[in-house]
């Protein structure tokens, strides 16, 4: 048998170093996405895990195992390619974008269009069928007013990832809390300190924002009406239309697993484009498998409404599956362990070692692009950490969603930031600085664990402090 040796940081550092350069260019120069770099990523990793001693069976089975963990991740994906080509066909979202600039004020559309995509998102427990259908919706009301449509859709994404964060259906939720063997809703309780704060000053950011915006002279929201009857055109809209959107809501609220009633709400949006549209089978099927045409004559809505399928989700999907074998061989050979292990020694502070599990975390995002590796390789690798400095993992667990879950939203090639430019036809770089509430959310775990503030000690301490107090008759100190 070969001896296996650990790598030193040094070495460690070259896959991590080769991905950020090759994704650096290939985003900003050569235009190709983040397949190449990841694969090159994986390649470096390799050769060095074999230097160290690793075999190539083993280190293929790692990456198996990474891939194993994306696979309902794949199956979500490819099921909200359909709900999109079906709910455009169904005029169930052009009904939305139709009723929403009838009604809609100008001047507080920013907010609301974060605020309502927050409120469905956490019901549906899915930052990506947010986005998809109440956010796409947003999205064509927006140039419908004359709003710019990058701020529209960091409003949007703002609001959706606050669902994704806080939502007990959300998978990235569970994944965190279990990570580190903590309970759900404890997790939850624990993440209420950043994420309620950073949607209301997000909310209150966008309301300024929207104001500046809509009395500037130059913004022209003359194309409204035009909108309308475009939409009238091409679809059936009706009130009644809505109702599969509640349909939808109360699929998720009564807890049905994910991939069976994202299926459901592809079938009611395909089954309302026969009985409601009138189209034909094969075209309800062609939208499922390529996506919806649309022809309003409004370019902009156009090139929104024109979408979905299975086919528009292969890209994304393939990122996942790559992104996440990077992160079953990165974890095998010891790779982020060798990062990690250096950084975390070092650490004498709870500020200092929440700042680095923010840090570790954005790394392996920056690294990736994957929001589930950007969460599970920093919960395992600090974990020991929090417990050694009397932390609860709870901290944790918030630190790696605040950075993992939301943070990563401003990785240009990040699978989330990439999904979001597929659905909304913007480049990720021209949205991503109006992401408010992913900037404000990992500030503020900063903040909080220098000031000492919603930072909750070990359940041991609590024990020991609370009998302390009893003992001296004082509150206990935590």
Not at 213 to 239: H, Y
Request: aromatic share 8%; charged share 10%.
């Amino acid at each position: 048998m070969p001896t296996i040796t650990k790598p030193g940081f040094a070495l460690a550092i070259l896959p991590l170093l080769t991905m950020i350069i090759m994704a650096f260019f290939s985003t900003t120069q050569w235009k190709i996405g983040m397949l190449v770099p990841i694969i090159t990523g994986i390649a470096v990793a390799a050769i060095i895990g074999r230097c160290l001693g690793h075999t190539w069976r083993d280190m293929e089975a790692s990456l198996a195992h990474g891939v194993t963990q994306a696979l309902p991740a794949v199956f979500i994906l490819v099921l909200i390619g359909m709900i999109i080509g079906t709910w455009i066909s169904g005029g169930i979202i052009p009904t939305l974008i139709y009723y929403g600039l009838s009604i809609i004020d100008p001047h507080f559309f920013l907010p609301l269009a974060c605020v309502v995509t927050a409120f469905v998102s956490l019901v549906l427990g899915s930052s990506f069928t947010s986005i998809a259908t109440i956010g796409l919706a947003f999205m064509a009301i927006g140039g419908g007013i004359g709003m710019p449509l990058p701020i529209v859709a960091g409003a949007v994404i703002s609001g959706a990832f606050f669902g994704d964060k806080l939502s007990p259906l959300s998978d990235t939720t569970n994944v965190a809390p279990a990570i580190v063997g903590e309970g759900l809703f404890d997790h939850i309780r624990h993440m209420l300190w950043d994420t309620v704060p950073a949607l209301l000053i997000s909310t209150l950011l966008y309301w300024i924002i929207g104001l500046t915006v809509m009395s500037d002279s130059s913004v022209d929201p003359s194309g409204r009406d035009a909108l309308l009857s475009g939409l009238k055109e091409q679809f059936v809209i009706s009130p009644l239309l809505l109702i599969v959107v509640l349909l939808a809501i109360l699929l998720i609220a009564l807890r049905i697993p994910a991939i069976p009633a994202l299926f459901g709400i592809a079938i009611m949006g395909g089954l309302v484009a026969f009985f409601v549209q009138g189209r034909a089978p094969a075209a309800i099927l062609r939208a499922m498998t390529s996506g919806y045409v649309s022809e309003t004559g409004e370019k902009s809505v156009d090139a929104l409404l024109s979408n979905g399928g299975i086919n528009s989700m292969l890209d994304t999907v393939c990122l996942v599956i790559i992104a996440t074998a990077l992160g079953g061989i990165l974890e095998h050979t010891g790779i982020f362990a060798a990062l990690i292990d250096p950084l975390v020694r070092r650490i004498r502070r709870p500020g200092s070692l929440i700042a680095s599990t923010i840090l570790a975390t954005f790394l392996v995002g920056f690294s990736s692009g994957a929001q589930f590796l950007a969460i599970i390789l920093p919960a395992r690798g600090f974990l020991d950490a929090y417990k050694r400095m009397g932390l609860s993992p709870l901290n944790l667990s918030r630190a790696v969603e605040a950075a993992g879950t939301v943070g990563i939203n401003l990785v240009p090639w990040g699978v989330p930031a990439i999904f979001a430019a597929s659905i909304f036809g913007l480049q990720p770089t021209q949205f991503i600085p109006w992401i408010l509430f992913a900037f404000i959310v990992p500030l503020l775990n900063v903040v909080y664990g220098y000031a000492g503030i919603g930072v909750k000690p070990h359940g041991s301490q609590v024990k020991e402090a609370r009998d302390t107090a009893r003992r001296t008759g004082r509150s206990p100190s935590l």
